[in-house]
């Protein structure tokens, strides 16, 4: 065959094109015949179709952030050619000063003017169908690491992962695998949404029920709306590309028009102005006729402000629905964990969701959305291969196979299986044997000046033994105080649907004033912490209560709860029986029996139930507020005192942009009758070098105490703002953060009159103070956190109450705390 003919004959390439590191498409990527303009781009799945009768001998694939690569071809017939693209980490793109405005700048203005017609959350309600898919691997093995005793016994396995990355990328060891079938219903004013989560398929290093992970890897957690002007991203907030002050943060280069199916679009590219600042590199497309995002490739690198990440990447596709507004139909988010030390693995995180079947305006009753996730009984059921290949919205590439299989050897290795185990025990805190789990471990040894050494053992069930009652049980000994201690407890989930649970504990312990343990079952650390060192108001306690909560309806519930509890002090206490009789005498102990009504409401709590236990997430935009009466019962069982309390309380995180995240709590109470001071509200302070966000913390131990009060506590995190910005210090990474305590309140001379300066056997009693004419107690900080990343610093200032007796006027105070 002559030249002439093969040269005249279609030339059609087709290929993949991926991440070498992740094995992960890189959609959007620009494909060519080198030499010429003759080219295509990846679908957001990273393929490509290349076809032309007149073709060089050789394709090049490129894209922003990656090296371009170039492969030969042959000329007149049809091939496959596939590419892995490296990361090109120094390759930071100049944006070119052009005479005159930019042009890209008239165009994201007009998607800002757009907004109103093109984001989904202008829609009254939509719903659609919904397939996720998440992997997590280890990556980052190198050789050092792979030599290793311990991972030598997984050696077979390894030796041969490499075809999980590809056949030139890196290599990585597959952990965890999961997809999900599920539904998704919005609705708008009030703004509510519910997923349904129909079927799910699990397989992982360490997965044994599954529900929490379930809930976690639904549709709901993998949703992002680059129209929103700040992002939620691993609990930080990322600025849009596309927000309204996108000029603060960005540049941007109008570098091509095209059209991406049957929408001709606006291709930008776009750069951080900080590099420190969490913002993203990447691409845009903008449709011509609507202003609308279509798809979007969004970047984060390792020099913005944020620990442990070596990269994040978002990207999108969206389609225009029947009434204007756009949906996402597939997105795709990868994040990468960096090594934690030399020669140790760093992580995977890929996120990949298909959307289809999209109904808008249809909205349900607000009952329908009350339970946020929902997870059908059957969606664990049917787990095999040829089932769930009806169900995928794409089939698995091979290399997802090889995935699942992987999984399923490494997890049946005993050495996989022990190291696990250890994990879980650090993170639950127990240790799983059967149907009880012995703990925690957090709890086991403790020194204080009361007890002296303490050792404590205890067990709680799981959902094994039953997934309607939880039995739980503690026994401690003091070596000091010679005195046995202990905890029981038992919980009757009453109904999932609406979360009601009935409780019973009985408790025999030490304990101090002002912390209570209840209140901080939800922060174990601090618990723990609280067994440790000098108990300046300690006093040993019997506790007796029982409790049923109810949630009513979505992000309302109530609590009614009935106390006994007795008080024997540790330290020299006394108050005076009758003030008004002079030869009164002075106790120092007292019992009382409670009962309390509690109100709590969040209107968009979201929670998980893992297990036998229920999880808040937190909220998003509403604070939560809690109303609490309180009233004592004379004579019941022996107790000594009636009374009223009020208390209320509010606490709110908020969104201030480019100055971070604060966090707000509002607290105020009324005592209403006259009772020794433990039963009256004893504002904590902190002697101790540590910060703590609870306390005020240049405040001394019983300072003052309180029968009425508003308090007001505030602390901003501002991220990188300000330091970002200067040179050098921009590379340490270092955040600026401020804190505030504020608190008004006083004691009314009835409960004054009741403080002893003495004990019943005449020694001089620990003086409790009380604030004065008004005045309110004030403190002001500043500090620096993420120093070595681990390290913050605070300075603190008191601005009121100087003249009281060892008084601080300025403090300097450390916590270590691991955080992105």
């Not at 690491?145 to 030796?159: A, Y």
Request: aromatic share 14%.
């Amino acid at each position: 065959m002559s030249a002439g003919l093969v040269q005249a004959q279609e030339t059609i390439v087709t290929g993949k094109v991926t991440d070498v590191t992740s094995g992960d498409p890189v959609p959007f990527a620009n494909i060519i015949f080198k030499g010429t303009s003759i080219g295509t781009t990846t679908d957001f799945d990273g393929n490509y179709l290349l076809k032309s009768s007149n073709p060089t001998d050789s394709v090049t694939a490129s894209y922003i952030g990656y090296r371009s690569r170039t492969k030969s071809i042959t000329r007149g017939i049809k091939q496959v050619i596939n590419f892995q693209l490296e990361e090109n980490v120094t390759n930071l793109q100049e944006v070119i000063v052009r005479a005159g405005e930019n042009p890209a700048y008239e165009i994201l203005r007009k998607v800002v003017r757009n907004k109103n017609k093109n984001d989904k959350r202008k829609l009254t309600a939509y719903e659609y169908d919904t397939y996720t898919k998440i992997e997590v691997d280890a990556d980052n093995l190198s050789d050092k690491f792979r030599e290793r005793k311990i991972v030598k016994k997984i050696t077979q396995v390894l030796d041969s992962i490499a075809i999980i990355a590809g056949e030139d990328g890196m290599p990585i060891l597959p952990l965890f695998i999961t997809e999900t079938v599920s539904k998704i219903y919005y609705r708008d004013n009030p703004s509510l949404k519910k997923e349904q989560i129909l079927k799910t398929k699990i397989n992982g290093i360490g997965v044994e029920d599954g529900t929490t992970v379930t809930q976690v890897i639904g549709s709901s957690f993998q949703e992002y709306n680059f129209y929103q002007n700040w992002l939620n991203i691993v609990s930080k907030e990322f600025v849009s590309p596309i927000a309204d002050g996108w000029r603060l943060y960005y540049d941007y280069d109008l570098t091509d028009s095209l059209y991406i199916g049957d929408d001709f679009c606006y291709r930008l590219d776009y750069f951080p102005r900080s590099p420190q600042d969490l913002a993203f590199t990447g691409t845009i497309w903008i449709t011509k006729a609507d202003y609308a995002l279509k798809q979007i490739d969004a970047n984060m690198g390792k020099q913005a402000n944020l620990n442990f990440i070596e990269k994040i990447r978002l990207q999108q596709e969206l389609v225009k629905t029947d009434l204007g507004p756009w949906l996402p139909v597939k997105n795709r988010v990868l994040v990468d964990i960096g090594e934690l030390g030399k020669d140790r693995p760093g992580m995977l995180a890929k996120f990949y969701t298909s959307n289809k079947n999209f109904i808008t305006n249809q909205p349900k009753s607000q009952a329908f959305y009350e339970r946020t996730i929902e997870i059908a009984e059957d969606a664990q059921m049917f787990t095999e291969d040829h089932y769930w290949d009806t169900l995928r919205h794409e089939a698995l590439s091979e290399t997802e196979k090889s995935v699942y299989r992987m999984i399923d050897t490494l997890r049946n290795i005993p050495v996989v299986k022990t190291y696990t185990d250890i994990i879980k025990i650090v993170l639950d805190g127990y240790v799983k044997v059967g149907k009880i789990e012995i703990g925690p471990y957090l709890g086991a040894v403790a020194w204080n000046n009361v007890e002296g050494w303490r050792l404590q053992g205890g067990f709680k069930t799981n959902y094994q033994f039953s997934k309607k009652w939880i039995y739980s049980a503690h026994l401690a000994y003091g070596f000091d105080d010679e005195k046995f201690k202990y905890q029981l407890s038992a919980q009757r989930i009453l109904s999932r649907q609406r979360w009601t649970t009935l409780n019973f504990r009985a408790r025999k312990d030490i304990a101090r004033l002002g912390v209570d343990d209840e209140d901080l079952a939800d922060n174990p650390i601090f618990l723990a912490a609280t067994r440790w060192g000098f108990f300046r108001r300690g006093f040993y306690t019997d506790n007796y209560s029982v409790a049923i909560q109810r949630e009513l309806f979505k992000g309302y519930s109530q609590k009614i709860s009935f106390r006994y509890w007795t008080f024997d002090p540790t330290y020299e206490f006394g108050y005076i029986k009758d003030p008004q009789d002079v030869n009164s005498p002075i106790l120092d102990n007292f019992q009382t029996s409670e009962i309390s009504i509690e109100s709590r409401y969040a209107r968009d709590e979201v929670f998980l139930q893992n297990d036998n236990e229920r999880i808040s997430l937190g909220t998003n935009k509403w604070p939560v507020i809690s109303v609490r009466y309180t009233h004592g019962f004379s004579g019941v069982f022996g107790s000594d005192f009636e009374y009223d309390k009020l208390r209320m309380n509010l606490t709110k995180r908020i969104k201030t942009g480019p100055l971070g995240v604060g966090y707000l709590s509002v607290t105020g109470e009324y005592i209403f009758n006259t009772l020794p001071y433990p039963l009256l509200a004893l504002h904590l302070g902190n002697q101790s070098l540590i910060y703590s966000p609870i306390t005020y913390n240049l405040m001394n131990f019983g300072e003052f105490v309180s029968d009425h009060y508003a308090s007001l506590q505030y602390r901003q995190y501002m991220e990188g703002f300000l330091l970002n910005r200067i040179p050098l210090l921009n590379k340490l990474k270092w955040r600026l953060l401020a804190t505030s305590n504020v608190i008004v309140g006083g004691m009314r001379q009835s409960n004054q009159d009741l403080i002893s300066n003495f004990t019943p056997d005449g020694r001089e009693a620990l003086p409790a103070g009380f604030f004065k004419n008004g005045k309110p107690y004030l403190e002001l900080g500043y500090g620096v956190e993420n120093i070595f990343k681990f390290l913050r610093v605070d300075f603190v200032h008191r601005v009121s109450y100087l003249e009281n007796a060892d008084s601080r006027k300025f403090g300097v105070l450390f916590t270590a705390q691991f955080q992105l």
